[in-house]
């Protein structure tokens, strides 16, 4: 593999990343999470196919902070053991266009799926 290559898992077209940052935003307009239970929520969301890592959950968490997107703050501020988020109206409207600009990725990667099931196993969906 050439250092420039990508490596991206077959069949999405929406990288993980991506992926997760949708989900992340997605869950807290319904209710403020910390990244603990935001892991756990999607993971359970996705009937326990697939988890994110912490790795990739906090740094996530973080540039969204920084970037304004969500609000970040402690249960207990003397013991920052529980950061809590909720998404601003910046990160609302952020919301809604990577929602527009991942739905065709999200097509694509059923479209694949799809196709995968017709015609190597027969299945139609």
Known sequence: MYKSERKRLFPTTLSTTQFVKLYILHLLTEKSYYGNR????????????????????????????????IEGWW???????????????????HYKIIKLQSKEHIDDSLLIINNVLKDIYNENS
């Open 38 to 69: 935001i892991k756990d929520e999607i993971t359970r969301r996705l009937n326990d196919k697939w988890s994110p890592s912490y790795g990739m959950i906090y740094p996530l968490l973080s540039d969204l902070e920084i970037n304004g997107y």
């Open 75 to 93: 249960d207990e501020p003397n013991k920052r053991s529980i950061k809590r988020y909720k998404i601003t109206d910046k990160g609302k409207e």
